[in-house]
C-alpha cells in the first residue's frame, strides 16, 4: 500500500475504486493501524469510490468505532451528492452516523503538503 498523507495532525487517506469484500481484505489492516493510535485524526477521501457494498460499509463503521474509542475522530470527505458512498449512507440511513466533510481547500492542502497516496490491488482496483 502506498503512504498515507499527513499534515497537521491529520492524515487524510484517498479510497478509489470498487470498495468490496476483496478491497475490504487489502484495506482493513492498514485503517487498523491507523485507528489504533490514540487520538486520531482521519479523512477518508471516498470522492473516487465507484461502488461499495456491506463489507465496505462495515469497514468504514468499524474504522470510525475504533477511532472514537480512542478519542480521536474519523471523517468521511466527497460522501455527498450523487457518489456511491452518500447513496449507500442515505439508504441505509447512516448519513447522520458519519461526520461528513467537503472535499475543500482544506483536504487539498493536505494532498499538497503530503503529496499522493494510494494503491492499486492486484486486480487494477485502486483502494487506498
Known amino acids: 500500500m502506498g503512504p498515507s498523507r499527513s499534515a497537521s495532525g491529520t492524515t487524510l487517506l484517498e479510497i478509489r475504486g470498487e470498495l468490496d469484500i476483496l478491497a475490504v481484505s487489502v484495506l482493513s489492516d492498514r485503517l487498523d493501524d491507523i485507528t489504533g493510535a490514540q ?3 482521519l479523512v477518508l477521501d471516498v470522492r473516487a469510490v465507484t461502488f461499495i457494498d456491506c463489507a465496505g460499509l462495515s469497514l468504514l463503521s468499524r474504522a470510525r468505532q475504533r477511532a472514537r474509542q480512542r478519542g480521536g475522530r474519523l471523517r468521511l ?16 440511513g447512516l448519513t447522520g452516523s458519519f461526520e461528513l466533510v467537503p472535499h475543500d481547500g482544506a483536504m487539498d492542502a493536505v ?18
Open 39 to 41: 487520538g486520531v485524526d
Open 77 to 92: 470527505a466527497g460522501a455527498t451528492g450523487d457518489g456511491s458512498v452518500a447513496r449507500l449512507l442515505r439508504m441505509t
Open 111 to 128: 494532498a499538497e503538503a503530503t503529496g499522493p497516496a494510494g494503491v492499486t490491488d492486484g486486480a487494477g482496483s485502486a483502494v487506498a
